[in-house]
């Protein structure tokens, strides 16, 4: 672990500052045949998330009477990580494909779809840290796209200790060499955290700390999905911007 | 895939404000106190042929834990360090919820809870499990078997899996013309920095509870998983229901599970005969 | 093939007589979320066995519109066995989980539980020889817990040759170095053979003189499982014993 | 998991009472007597890339056993011993009720039966399947295709199995330099001991025939296989169906099985051409 | 690439011309529990071929209204081929499934079998190269030996390319050192190809050059399969050949 | 198990006749005329973290290739050739006809069309992809990801691996003391021989589409998929759906095919910037 992840100005192995995010950009509508759809880069991380439905459930048996359900795959491509992942679905995949469901569903209006499911897919197109806040980010806006009501638009990032030092929007090589990774999905509205997931060392201060920093940055993820929404929606007077 | 199928309907609503109510006295639906943990019993070395085991009791919840050391190469960017892997299994005798059939979500997520815990407290010094540097290290395999399921499978397997690190034996090897042999009759113990413990809350409305009931686990608006290493650092966190969790609630339970670690703590090292 | 299974004085590895039955401990009602269940120690092997049911059939298409399907997986723990077993099931066990359901389905009265289901759970936590046996043995108390009607409560023992001598009971090293194991299961009261295999070399006054064996030791065994019974059924005289 | 789908409605215990009144009188629905075999063919050499195959058809059913051999390392264990496996599978064509995909339970019954039957009784040679002692042995694959299922796959498998063992040849290695090479030309046959079969007997209340078609096996109370060697030793039993076994109809089994397996082995003698 | 495979005197490798087929043979009705059968043998290939149904779709949410489905498995025998063939499906056998199956179905009248299925099983014994399109050419003959309804019977064979040469029928020594390998299946009364593939390298004109020796011999074949059919439904004048 | 199950119902006979009646006075739906293409769009070096990717969109069907280099062994009887394979997944969120889980038949026929049409033509030089003879070569990974179904994915997968193949590079190593190691800021290109391309057309009664849509996929009498190389030599063939396929018709596609592979070439060139 003698790699130095801050240097001695404080910045990062990327130059950043610690509470710095990087560049992030989303693009909503970007695939032709989902019923929502979104693109988002965070830095060198890649993600599409698709929404298809709602729609009959399939296999029929596992439709329930009185709200719907959230079918929902994170997967990545196999040449999106460094050492290339085996084709199928690993034990990671699988986790967090259950708690980004988790997530989502907190805040889908599930009691208006009785008998339907809404399918959600994140495809990790490269993974340079943050897939799974990234991935929640679009997937959440590709629900808005789909026009599935929610009790508020969902945003994530995640906060990370390298050196010692908390660091915002941990990139790869921060998460492998340094001591912590949080990320962390807040409903911005109903200031509540939807998902939540420590791996590493922090005491309790930090923990808030981290937090705090976190719900910080969700405010402008959130201010920018409101945007790349807009972007798509907005009636362009007379020939603007795409 | 994962799928969401958790029903909420009215009779789940008519619970919740029952529940609800007793809180609001202190009181739970099995006369335990809020931030009071269910009976604890925890036997170690109960299969021979494993070189630790555990059996752990959390109220009705029974969780065996066997662990087995194999002799491997280490991975190639960690050339001087053991490695171990942390599998669980739900057993369809151990409630009519589960399949048999390869793990599900709930069972991966409970291998990888149980893996973090102790992985990111960094509770077993890997470095010291090197035979031979880049060639032989040992491997050693944690395999959870969640026997009977009365809620807070997550709290039960941590224990169940550090009590029988704890208590394990490793044969000790020496390289005898290039080649790896075990010393006759000599074994050493797992070399560990700390105990990590985990505590598993629910929130119900404004009120949190500790080691919860799966009755409380379908009334509750979420729950969540915290991990603790000796010095109250926390290792591993892990929100594993849908619902809201307010941030102040969050910090709420980072403060009562670190008091109830230590409760924990002091009860495993009871049971594996250190405390 | 040097080791000795039968010394100078005629006794066993473990210090048994050739006809000599290992310690064996049963106890009903073992576990909370079955409907039946049974805990069963011979020796050194160890078996929990689990009954859910009746119940509806799923998948539905396997349902029988005038009979009762029992299901039942025989299974051991990674742990269990002297080289650990890989995670899943191995082509052994869903050999033994066959002849397992076979034998406690002869006694079993499926015809009154049209379209349902019942479910054996055989969990071995450590196999020193006999897992099969001791697997019924601890089903069939399971099944007696759980109330299902039966014709007979099966009881079973493995007979085994080592050094050229019949033994009964045989344990692990004694399967692994001897010359054969004939896992028998017996309904005592109709005195018949439910379950019946042979591996290895046994002349047909072997197999004979083995059954006999055999019978008796069911006899015993069948005797402990009444006990068993008994002791979870039976009204406690004032605050006596467990 | 197994699970128990026979279907014994009122159709079956008609025709039970039918083959039982037949067998009063020693007669079987398809006229043979209670102790006959159906007409067993043994064609081998079938398969020309195989090293040994052998088409066997007993009455209407049908197996094919086509044996490769390759070069491996024998088990730390015995490491001087070749190494075998026996796989068999149902063909979708040989049966409406076998369907394609993975061996099921019944598939992987019939492959481990097989296997008993030869392994048990020592009928290979392992100990001579060495090339260089704890590195490379001789590794035998043996897999049974049912191609029409007719009754009574145990003993036709074990017939077709045993018959391309023993008509199999096997390279012969030398090792040049530190490597295995094959002796171009030179080939060995498989060394064996002995011939081992399979009797495959179905009970009918307080009769026993051998050799039982599918309807008779719906009716039976139950099916027992038993293997011998060619000194009349057993080397595997399996009662492969539910139902009553009388332990006194057993022991009648065991001495019918040893006069049908000294004709099976004839039989088989002449199919391989050393009869 | 230095195997020689045609000769000095035009020949190949197994003393054949360029445009001979291998000797082939045919019977129809070979298995017992099939609804139709056939067995084909090219050379050393070796297949047979089974057909059950119509019969009743399984699982039940696959079935048409309006017509049936066919079902295709092409499968080879571990020991079919020189190197051993690991158990289970291969992806080529699957991909050989779809084309074979989707060759079948051209000729099959489905709209006959509204909520029925037809199981095509197609197993390979020895594959010594043409075991697609002897596959096909025994599937015909099982589906007339069903009395399936066709517009016609499909016959197939193979062209390739070995040493610059083109060459009908290729064995399995061509196929592995030759340039090119080009099954291809016809429907010979309706005049039109319901298979083709191309592995290898072919120019425009040696395509269509293989295309008219593979029509050619697909007239024999056809002829063969008739006579093949003939034999088992001829009623025999008084005991006369088999 | 290959299942049918394409619904042909009366709508399809009203799509056919209204899409053959465009055809007639050289329409399509989409307003292409029948040999057209629709607009294709390449861009490379997409994913870093991959040695070599392309974007390629050919109309609203978007293909993601990404390729992987790592060093494995050769095959025996290749001792001195690198080894290449071809992986495609149906992503679910490229069609609601696509389901998660392992490749079906559509995924698998599609990577190894993929695979014959590069394979075939020799077009990767997998002779100069030795490290050291026997022991060491180049594997390269081709995983192609089908992001957008519109129709017509083997072309644009074709173009998308062969772009990712042609503007890739890989790690350069040299042999130090008896073990490999990459050479610090070296890399290369990968030798190519040809760009091979292919051409999928589609059969409506007598018209002869290129790059169809669903829909006239949907109506067509059979689908074609040709394989050319740069000097308009065949490399692979794939009739990919049923129907009848008159010779003279395919004789037709094969010239069609020629000049769109042409075509296809121009673009691909310009993509890669090599154009």
């Known amino acids: 672990m003698k790699i130095r992840l801050i240097n001695e100005n404080g910045l990062r192995v990327d130059g950043r500052r610690p509470d710095e995010m990087r560049r992030m950009r989303m693009e909503v509508g970007v695939l032709e045949k989902t019923d929502g759809s979104a693109y988002v880069e965070l830095g060198g991380t890649r993600i599409y998330a698709g929404v298809i439905g709602p729609r009959e459930v399939h296999p029929k048996h596992l439709e329930l009477p009185d709200k719907g359900v959230i079918n929902c795959r994170y997967h990545m491509a196999s040449f999106s990580v460094d050492e290339r992942k085996p084709l199928g679905m690993t034990r990671r995949e699988i986790e967090l494909s259950k708690v980004i469901r988790e997530a989502l569903e907190t805040v889908v209006f599930l009691e208006e779809f009785p008998r339907m499911m809404i399918d959600i897919f994140v495809e990790v197109i490269q993974a340079d840290g943050g897939t799974r806040t990234a991935g929640i980010t679009a997937a959440s806006l590709a629900l808005a796209d789909a026009g599935i009501p929610m009790a508020d638009m969902i945003a994530a990032i995640a906060v990370g200790k390298v050196d010692g030092v908390l660091v915002l929007d941990i990139n790869e090589e921060e998460d492998k060499y340094g001591e912590a990774d949080m990320p962390v999905a807040i409903a911005p509205h109903l200031n509540s955290i939807v998902l939540l997931q420590l791996n590493g060392r922090m005491t309790p201060e930090e923990v808030d700390k981290g937090l705090e920093m976190a719900q910080k940055a969700v405010q402008k993820i959130h201010q920018m999905q409101i945007e790349a929404l807009k972007r798509k929606y907005r009636v362009e007077p007379e020939g603007l911007e795409t | ?275």
Chains 1, 3, 5 share one sequence.
Do not use: H, W
């Open chain 2, 1 to 275: 895939m994962s799928l969401g199928l958790e029903k909420r309907g009215y009779g789940i609503k008519i619970m919740k404000n029952k529940i609800y109510e007793l809180l609001k006295i202190g009181k739970r639906i099995d006369e335990r106190e809020p931030l009071q943990y269910r009976k604890i019993e925890i036997s170690t070395g109960v299969v021979e042929k494993a070189n630790g085991s555990a059996l752990v009791s959390l109220g009705k919840t029974k969780i065996l834990t066997g662990i087995k050391v194999e002799v491997g190469t280490p991975y190639p960017d960690r050339p001087n360090e053991g490695v171990f892997t942390v599998n669980a299994e739900l057993l369809p005798l151990a409630s009519k919820t589960f399949e048999p059939g390869p793990p599900d979500e709930r069972a991966i997520e409970l291998s990888r809870i149980v893996d973090r815990v102790i992985r990111e407290s960094k509770a077993i010094e890997v470095e010291k499990l090197c035979i031979v540097e880049g060639q032989k290290v040992y491997m050693i395999f944690i395999d959870c078997y969640v026997l009977d399921y009365d809620g807070n499978y997550f709290d039960a397997s941590v224990l169940s899996a550090v009590a029988a690190l704890k208590t394990m034996t490793l044969p000790v090897y020496r390289v005898v013309d290039g080649r790896i042999e075990a010393v006759p009759g000599e074994e050493m113990k797992l070399p560990m920095r700390t105990l990590p413990v985990s505590v598993t809350m629910a929130l119900i409305r404004d009120k949190i509870v500790v080691d919860p009931l799966p009755a409380e686990e379908d009334v509750a608006d979420t729950v969540v998983t915290i991990g603790y290493d000796s010095e109250g650092v926390l290792s591993a966190v892990q929100k594993s229901s849908p619902g809201l969790l307010p941030v102040n609630m969050f910090k709420e339970m980072v403060k009562i599970g670190l008091d109830s670690s230590a409760m924990l703590r002091r009860r495993l090292l009871e049971g594996v005969g250190d405390g």
